[in-house]
T-cell receptor, first 114, second 118 residues
């Protein structure tokens, strides 16, 4: 059974701090790893990672995949209160019939205090 | 970009009744749609995968007769919660798989439906 484990499960920081969110996985037929941000409703896409060691950046957010260690980190620098959300890590795996599906971790609840 | 419209955004129903949730792909054809449920402070749990024109594939532990999924067209997939009970109260989200120009897939989510069964 595919597994995705995120840590820590929750985190409280102050504005301006830098945070690192972790995700590790055990899946068969790995295709990609995705990070999402979820506030009140549906998750919004942050990054998709397929290659090991290549950092993806978007503003204050960055992420990198380590296929050898079966893990990924999501960094947020100079955090703002608007970064408060649940951060979900999902791993895409190939399934029978050339299909694929996502397995999600439990999510990391980040609270950024003013 | 690919947009999935999900309706209703919230619904309250009486125990024993059925509720239908719709997901439409607005500007693309969704061959594959995934249905998830999410309990408070928990992650998204995949319920089933539906492919247009064929029967849905349900995850272990999900009752097929209770959660009816129909994917009759490339732009519409529906989830019907039949004979709903309070324990079915949850947040239900659909997600469409979208082919990318450079290969591989992306996943676009609907805005979710908050179901409360009273």
């Amino acid at each position: 059974e595919d597994k995705v484990v995120q840590s820590p499960l929750s985190l409280v920081v102050h504005e301006g701090d830098t945070v690192t969110l972790n995700c590790s996985y055990e899946v068969t037929n790995f295709r990609s790893l995705l990070w999402y941000k979820q506030e009140k409703k549906a998750p919004t896409f942050l990054f998709m990672l397929t290659s090991s060691g290549i950092e993806k950046k978007s503003g204050r957010l960055s992420s990198i995949l380590d296929k050898k260690e079966l893990s990924s980190i999501l960094n947020i620098t100079a955090t703002q209160t608007g970064d408060s959300a649940i951060y979900l890590c999902a791993v895409e795996a190939e399934v029978a019939g050339a299909n694929s599906k996502l397995t999600f971790g439990k999510g990391i609840t980040l609270s950024v205090r003013p | 970009g690919a947009v999935v419209s999900q309706h209703p955004s919230w619904v309250i129903c009486k125990s024993g009744t059925s509720v239908k949730i719709e997901c439409r792909s607005l500007d693309f054809q969704a061959t594959t749609m995934f249905w998830y449920r999410q309990f408070p402070k928990q992650s998204l749990m995949l319920m089933a995968t539906s492919n247009e024109g064929s029967k849905a594939t349900y995850e272990q532990g999900v009752e097929k007769d209770k959660f009816l999924i129909n994917h009759a067209s490339l732009t519409l997939s529906t989830l019907t919660v039949t004979s709903a009970h309070p324990e079915d109260s949850s947040f239900y989200i659909c997600s469409a798989r979208v082919g990318r120009r450079w290969g591989g897939y992306g996943y676009t989510f609907g805005s979710g439906t908050r179901l409360t069964v009273v």
